[in-house]
């Protein structure tokens, strides 16, 4: 499969005419071909027009059908073979060990969504029988389900080009639960997301789904982004990316004629309590642990560990110690463009310029065009809790020590954290009290509370949360990561006395396609 630099809409391949855009290889500055052509609001209006056209044609589409597209989906991306890891290399930096890794997770995610998909539970079918002789009054006959709430447009993120891109998690369940999807490539992966969006285009094709299903967008700047979002057939956002592109996003859906949600997942840094027994039993342990997470991935991940919590003394100055010889181990590694490269350089800058704020430690110097140089800082609970610039965000390789001077100093850092993706507790047998105390703290703070683990590494399952309150997330409801993800693109609808013959299948009495139903407030199997 060839790389053109040509957008997709619907089953064509259209060279954009609205300036160039090119990909940059991160470690070594150089452009990589071929040039793309961004798109115009025209070339937003096809795709998006074309998705609404087409969009009760493909909700109608069998549950197995549908199960079965996406599969088809997943074996394209897989079928693309080295070209897709060579490429998402050169684009991002990344490893081939961690491209692999994250390309087996963008195919787990999608089956997961076929076998979610076939199972049906997530139409939350209910139906109430009527009850003509009830006193007083007599009861209508209700049934309800959840449909898919229409087009959905997707952002590629530039910390997961597969996974939370193009053919990743938002992608695959919208289109579980029957939203066509209209993608824009991440600018510094644009051969990334034309390959898989040809991949996906060739599944639309293979198993017969109506066209408008998935179409490509490429963008300078932010002119074709908004203009997706404003676009009147687009029913829901989703996005992995910086507050402010988050939160702009979120003012343009606001600001529609029709506002819609936007599912934007956005900052986070993820604090870890690391309680005094913990540290009393395992402080080396513990910052080895830490250090390894915060660097993994060059500390590019969402959910990596920003502040460190901990109680003053003996062991917390232990765990600083190794803490610090464990980041001085560390090398720089290529950061995944430019621009994130500048912000970490800003942010840690940042961070050493505050009056009260150590620099303990750094890796080893940096010697590629995006190298990001692992950094830890220190500081106490009083100018934690007093400067916000230590609530900011520093996406690399950083992290920050927290000591407290007693537990309540450290309650009182639970409670002065905004949302969060992630909220951690290393503890021991003796730390139960005070991890009682934190524990409902944290609950109101973040999607996920771990217990002696770090938070990089975001499974894909049925149970997993990953969002949380503002600033993590634009809706602390829902999870971007799971089989509770495909919740966001749908919406109940109850159906009153309907005849049999206009009843959707999942309400009908015979319940035709095998659902698990709430019946009369009775759980019944299929």
Same mark, same amino acid.
């Given at each position: 499969?060839?790389?053109?630099?040509?957008? #997709?809409?619907?089953?064509?391949?259209?060279?954009?005419?609205?300036?160039?855009?090119?990909?940059?290889?991160?470690?070594?500055?150089?452009?990589?071909?071929? /040039?793309?052509?961004?798109?115009?609001?025209?070339?937003?209006?096809?795709?998006?027009?074309?998705?609404?056209?087409?969009?009760?044609?493909?909700?109608?589409?069998?549950?197995?059908?549908?199960?079965?597209?996406?599969?088809?989906?997943?074996?394209?991306?897989?079928?693309?073979?080295?070209?897709?890891?060579?490429?998402?290399?050169?684009?991002?930096?990344?490893?081939?060990?961690?491209?692999?890794?994250?390309?087996?997770?963008?195919?787990?995610? #999608?089956?997961?969504?076929? @076998?979610?998909?076939?199972?049906?539970?997530?139409?939350?079918?209910?139906?109430?029988?009527?009850?003509?002789?009830?006193?007083?009054?007599?009861?209508?006959?209700?049934?309800?389900?959840?449909?898919?709430?229409?087009?959905?447009?997707?952002?590629?993120?530039?910390?997961?080009? %597969?996974?939370?891109?193009?053919?990743?998690?938002?992608?695959?369940?919208?289109?579980?639960?029957?939203?066509?999807?209209? *993608?824009?490539?991440?600018?510094?992966?644009?051969?990334?997301?034309?390959?898989?969006?040809?991949?996906?285009?060739? *599944?639309?094709?293979?198993?017969?789904?109506?066209?408008?299903?998935?179409?490509?967008?490429?963008?300078?700047?932010?002119?074709?982004?908004?203009? %997706?979002?404003?676009?009147?057939?687009?029913?829901?956002?989703?996005?992995? @990316?910086?507050?402010?592109?988050?939160?702009?996003?979120?003012?343009?859906?606001?600001?529609?004629?029709?506002?819609?949600?936007?599912?934007?997942?956005?900052?986070?840094?993820?604090?870890?309590?690391?309680?005094?027994?913990?540290?009393?039993?395992?402080?080396? +342990?513990?910052?080895?642990?830490?250090?390894?997470? =915060?660097?993994?991935?060059?500390? &590019?991940?969402?959910?990596?560990?920003?502040?460190?919590?901990?109680?003053?003394?003996?062991?917390?100055?232990?765990?600083?110690?190794?803490?610090?010889?464990?980041?001085?181990?560390?090398?720089?590694? +290529?950061?995944?463009?430019?621009?994130?490269?500048?912000?970490?350089?800003?942010?840690?800058?940042?961070?050493? @310029?505050?009056?009260?704020?150590?620099?303990?430690?750094?890796?080893?110097?940096?010697?590629?065009?995006?190298?990001?140089?692992?950094?830890?800082?220190?500081?106490?609970? /009083?100018?934690?809790?007093?400067?916000?610039? !230590?609530?900011?965000?520093?996406?690399?390789?950083?992290?920050?020590?927290?000591?407290?001077?007693?537990?309540?100093?450290?309650?009182?850092?639970?409670?002065?954290?905004?949302?969060?993706?992630?909220?951690?507790?290393?503890?021991?047998?003796?730390?139960?009290? #005070?991890?009682?105390?934190?524990?409902?703290?944290?609950?109101?703070?973040?999607?996920?509370?771990?217990?002696?683990?770090?938070?990089?590494?975001?499974?894909?399952?049925?149970?997993?949360?990953?969002?949380?309150?503002?600033?993590?997330?634009?809706?602390?409801?829902?999870?971007? =990561?799971?089989?509770?993800?495909?919740?966001?693109?749908?919406?109940? =609808?109850?159906? &009153?006395?309907?005849?049999?013959?206009? #009843?959707?299948?999942?309400?009908?009495?015979?319940?035709? !396609?095998? !659902?698990?139903?709430?019946?009369?407030?009775? !759980?019944?199997?299929?």
């Amino acid at each position: 499969m060839k790389i053109t630099g040509e957008m #997709l809409i619907g089953a064509r391949s259209v060279r954009g005419s609205e300036g160039i855009v090119r990909s940059i290889n991160p470690a070594t500055g150089e452009e990589i071909g071929p /040039e793309f052509g961004g798109g115009s609001a025209k070339d937003v209006d096809a795709a998006c027009s074309l998705a609404a056209r087409d969009f009760d044609a493909y909700r109608a589409i069998d549950l197995e059908q549908r199960a079965r597209f996406l599969e088809a989906i997943a074996q394209g991306i897989v079928d693309l073979g080295d070209l897709l890891v060579e490429r998402v290399m050169s684009e991002s930096g990344l490893p081939r060990p961690r491209v692999e890794g994250e390309r087996g997770r963008t195919v787990g995610q #999608l089956k997961l969504f076929a @076998g979610l998909v076939r199972e049906g539970r997530w139409l939350d079918v209910t139906v109430d029988r009527a009850m003509p002789d009830r006193k007083p009054l007599p009861r209508a006959d209700l049934r309800a389900q959840k449909i898919p709430l229409g087009p959905v447009a997707v952002f590629g993120a530039s910390n997961f080009p %597969l996974a939370f891109s193009v053919g990743g998690g938002d992608t695959a369940s919208a289109l579980a639960a029957g939203c066509p999807v209209v *993608a824009k490539s991440h600018p510094s992966h644009l051969g990334t997301s034309e390959l898989v969006g040809r991949a996906i285009q060739k *599944a639309v094709a293979d198993c017969e789904m109506p066209e408008g299903v998935f179409s490509l967008l490429v963008g300078e700047g932010n002119a074709v982004g908004e203009a %997706l979002v404003a676009h009147p057939a687009i029913q829901a956002v989703g996005f992995t @990316g910086s507050r402010r592109g988050g939160r702009a996003l979120v003012a343009i859906a606001a600001g529609r004629e029709v506002p819609i949600p936007v599912f934007a997942e956005m900052s986070s840094i993820n604090p870890v309590f690391v309680l005094p027994g913990a540290l009393a039993e395992r402080a080396e +342990t513990i910052a080895q642990g830490l250090v390894d997470s =915060v660097t993994l991935g060059t500390g &590019q991940f969402c959910t990596k560990p920003g502040i460190v919590i901990g109680m003053e003394g003996p062991d917390f100055d232990r765990f600083e110690r190794a803490a610090e010889a464990s980041i001085e181990a560390k090398s720089a590694t +290529t950061m995944l463009n430019k621009g994130i490269h500048s912000a970490y350089e800003h942010g840690t800058k940042q961070w050493a @310029g505050e009056a009260k704020v150590s620099k303990l430690a750094s890796g080893q110097a940096a010697s590629a065009t995006c190298g990001g140089q692992p950094m830890l800082f220190a500081t106490k609970g /009083e100018p934690f809790l007093t400067t916000p610039a !230590l609530m900011e965000e520093v996406f690399g390789p950083a992290t920050l020590l927290i000591a407290c001077r007693n537990e309540e100093e450290m309650v009182a850092v639970a409670k002065h954290v905004s949302g969060q993706l992630t909220a951690t507790l290393q503890l021991a047998e003796r730390d139960i009290e #005070l991890a009682r105390r934190l524990v409902p703290v944290l609950e109101r703070k973040a999607g996920r509370i771990l217990v002696n683990g770090f938070p990089t590494g975001v499974e894909v399952s049925h149970a997993m949360v990953h969002g949380g309150p503002s600033p993590a997330t634009s809706d602390s409801r829902a999870t971007s =990561v799971g089989a509770m993800a495909i919740e966001r693109f749908l919406r109940p =609808v109850c159906y &009153q006395d309907f005849p049999a013959a206009l #009843l959707p299948e999942p309400l009908q009495d015979s319940n035709p !396609l095998h !659902l698990w139903r709430l019946v009369d407030g009775k !759980l019944q199997q299929p």
